[in-house]
């Protein structure tokens, strides 16, 4: 079993950063793929940044991509999302999820995940 606790939510104006964290534990994430998922009330969850266990292939969703970094540090068993230039429309719960194939390196849905951490709120003001 895999659990994972995402970190480093909270408020910030638009035009502001925030790091999200994602720590595994139970299991060494090393060979699994992660993505990075937010859903807002009243929407089904999105896609926003996935990395693959070798940590080479990173795929990102149009609305974020150049100003989210997703990272991860096999040491530390932590996958990180760096996020820059936060505007209104990210505000949600993010959530991080591994999943234990890697074939394909990447997946962009949540259904080949199967771990899922509890979320963190991302909440940008205007």
């Known amino acids: 079993q895999v659990q994972l606790v995402e970190s480093g939510g909270g408020l910030v104006q638009a035009g502001g950063s925030l790091r999200l964290s994602c720590a595994a534990s139970g299991r060494a994430v090393n060979n699994y793929g992660i993505g990075w998922f937010r859903q807002s009330p009243g929407r089904e969850r999105e896609f926003v940044a996935a990395?693959?266990?070798?940590?080479?292939?990173?795929s990102y969703a149009d609305s974020v991509k150049g100003r989210f970094t997703i990272s991860r540090d096999n040491v530390k068993n932590t996958i990180y999302l760096q996020m820059n230039s936060l505007k209104p429309e990210d505000t949600a719960a993010y959530y991080c999820a591994a999943r234990t194939s890697n074939y394909p390196a990447i997946a962009t849905t949540p259904g080949p995940y199967s771990y899922w951490g509890q979320g963190t709120q991302v909440t940008v003001s205007s």
């Open positions: 990395i693959s266990g070798s940590g080479i292939i990173t």
